[in-house]
């Protein structure tokens, strides 16, 4: 027995002594490296995450479009985005959780070698989804704040404090990207598969996608170069934009945290009723009997009518319709693009005199019918609430802004940032600031101010873009939004 032992030791002591031990360094708790799927299904969740809170810690679109309205602290339905560090968190999540993390996934890709013609194809493909997403996200920068960091940004190690890019010039050159990025896909080859949380890797669907995005910055643009605007606008629609509502972006959330969708993080799982319809939003779709009122919202018990908290006051809870518990499921799909927005886009772009096919009113009410199909309103509800005369495009009252941005505002309930945005474009509905508005503004937010770590740590670019903008106030106009 002491001779097996003793041969056992000596095995064991020859082979520890030619073995390599570097591996014994590595803290297998905490690598180093990743994959580069790792980190774009990071950034993508983050993105999603980003544009659907209601934490008003992060993202207060809602507020801003008068969709919804605060109950006991009303601080940010009074425009007061400062005290809890709005813009900074904003910024944050964008530079750093979501453009850091897309550019280190490129990073990645670019290092592999791939062997054979169909691994190059989705090395590709994955390259222009990444892209897509990073054009995605200073598209949002821009429309949430004007000059931002593009050229300079998230290069740290030289450029620490970056200048701030003007934002007409990174608008094209977002869609110059774009157009590359939907001519680099193959529609043949795969992607990321399932690290693709909102499109399961479809090459194709990242083409609308993108096609879909390139739409909506030329609309933007129309005014301020109507040229170049009705050049891309065309552009974009021959090459396919999401054409249904099966096409529809959106992250279908798991059942359970940390993987729920924010909504239910805000409203249900915090126990906390920080949020009502707001009287603003409820009251117009009162006026024309607005079948999606029973999909949006939830009566009190006991009432029949929909009621909604006075914006930008304090309210009580109980004495107002909620929120449809629909929307506070765990697993209620994040939405960052859609049919019905496509819609309503053309709809805007042949009243502008865009020949992109169709007319006024048949993309005006392909929008309507679009949104009410996807939140399951009947087709019998849908052809009453379309033939009413104070809906129907031939009858209702005012301008095509008028028209296309009230109906546009109802269709984009829970895309608080998109419904902000086509308020700012068109102009319509008139909105009012409350009375109690945050230090005295007397108007609707058109822009945020740049984040307060940025103003202090960044100052002389953030001081150059504020001259170069016009301002710093939440009423400075982002260079799109011209009248």
């Known amino acids: 027995m002491k001779k097996i032992v003793l041969l056992m030791a000596f095995v064991a002591l020859s082979v520890s002594c030619t073995?390599?031990?570097?591996?014994?360094?590595?803290?297998?708790?905490?690598?180093?490296?990743?994959?580069?799927?790792?980190?774009?299904?990071?950034?993508?969740?983050?993105?999603?995450?980003?544009?659907?809170?209601?934490?008003?810690?992060?993202?207060?679109?809602?507020?801003?479009?008068?969709?919804?309205?605060?109950?006991?602290?009303?601080?940010?339905?009074?425009?007061?985005?400062?005290?809890?560090?709005?813009?900074?968190?904003?910024?944050t999540v964008f530079y750093r959780d979501v453009i850091t993390d897309l550019r280190e996934s490129k990073m990645l890709l670019d290092a592999q070698t791939p062997l054979?013609?169909?691994?190059?194809?989705?090395?590709?493909?994955?390259?222009?989804?990444?892209?897509?997403?990073?054009?995605?996200?200073?598209?949002?920068?821009?429309?949430?704040?004007?000059?931002?960091?593009?050229?300079?940004?998230?290069?740290?190690?030289?450029?620490?404090?970056?200048?701030?890019?003007?934002?007409k010039t990174i608008y094209k050159d977002l869609i110059t990207r774009?157009?590359?990025?939907?001519?680099?896909?193959?529609?043949?080859?795969?992607?990321?598969?399932?690290?693709?949380?909102?499109?399961?890797?479809?090459?194709?669907?990242?083409?609308?996608?993108?096609?879909?995005?390139?739409?909506?910055?030329?609309?933007?643009?129309?005014?301020?170069?109507?040229?170049?605007?009705?050049?891309?606008?065309?552009?974009?629609?021959?090459?396919?934009?999401i054409a249904s509502n099966s096409e529809n972006a959106k992250l279908n959330y798991l059942g359970a945290q940390p993987n729920a969708n924010p909504l239910f993080v805000d409203l249900v799982a915090s126990g906390r009723n920080d949020f009502v319809p707001a009287n603003t939003l409820v009251d117009k779709m009162n006026a024309k009997s607005d079948p999606r009122r029973a999909k949006y919202f939830a009566l009190n018990d006991g009432a029949?009518?929909?009621?909604?908290?006075?914006?930008?006051?304090?309210?009580?809870?109980?004495?107002?319709?909620?929120?449809?518990?629909?929307?506070?499921?765990?697993?209620?799909?994040?939405?960052?693009f859609d049919y019905v927005e496509i819609e309503f886009l053309l709809a805007e772009a042949v009243a502008k005199g865009v020949a992109v096919g169709g007319t006024v009113t048949?993309?005006?009410?392909?929008?309507?019918?679009?949104?009410?199909?996807?939140?399951?309103?009947?087709?019998?509800?849908?052809?009453?609430?379309?033939?009413?005369?104070?809906?129907?495009?031939?009858?209702?009252?005012?301008?095509?802004?008028?028209?296309?941005?009230?109906?546009?505002?109802?269709?984009?309930?829970?895309?608080?940032?998109?419904?902000w945005s086509s308020y700012r474009r068109l102009d319509f509905p008139i909105l009012v600031a409350p009375v109690a508005a945050y230090n005295g503004i007397a108007a609707v937010p058109v822009r945020y101010s740049y984040p307060a770590r940025e103003q202090t740590l960044n100052t002389a670019n953030v001081d150059a873009a504020i001259a170069a903008i016009g301002g710093n106030a939440l009423s400075t106009k982002i260079f799109w939004d011209k009248f």
């Open 19 to 91: 073995d390599d031990i570097t591996g014994l360094n590595e803290d297998k708790k905490n690598p180093t490296t990743t994959q580069p799927e790792y980190l774009f299904t990071s950034a993508q969740k983050a993105m999603v995450n980003q544009m659907q809170s209601t934490s008003v810690n992060n993202n207060v679109f809602r507020l801003f479009a008068q969709h919804w309205t605060e109950t006991t602290y009303p601080d940010e339905s009074q425009y007061n985005i400062t005290t809890r560090s709005i813009p900074d968190t904003h910024w």
């Open 178 to 241: 774009l157009t590359a990025d939907v001519a680099a896909l193959s529609t043949t080859a795969g992607s990321f598969g399932t690290a693709d949380l909102v499109n399961g890797g479809s090459a194709a669907k990242w083409k609308k996608f993108a096609n879909s995005l390139r739409l909506r910055l030329a609309v933007n643009m129309f005014d301020v170069e109507p040229a170049y605007a009705t050049t891309e606008i065309l552009a974009a629609v021959a090459a396919g934009t």
């Open 362 to 419: 048949t993309h005006y009410n392909a929008a309507i019918t679009a949104s009410m199909e996807s939140w399951g309103v009947g087709a019998t509800d849908i052809a009453t609430y379309l033939a009413r005369p104070d809906v129907a495009y031939a009858t209702a009252t005012g301008t095509y802004k008028q028209k296309i941005g009230e109906q546009a505002w109802f269709a984009l309930y829970n895309r608080g940032f998109e419904a």
């Open 304 to 336: 029949t009518t929909y009621s909604g908290g006075i914006y930008g006051a304090g309210n009580t809870y109980e004495n107002f319709s909620k929120i449809n518990p629909s929307l506070t499921l765990p697993s209620y799909p994040g939405t960052i």
């Open 116 to 167: 054979n013609a169909a691994e190059t194809a989705i090395l590709t493909n994955k390259k222009a989804i990444i892209d897509i997403h990073i054009a995605y996200s200073y598209s949002i920068l821009v429309d949430t704040f004007g000059n931002v960091p593009y050229t300079e940004s998230n290069d740290i190690s030289t450029k620490p404090l970056p200048k701030y890019d003007d934002a």
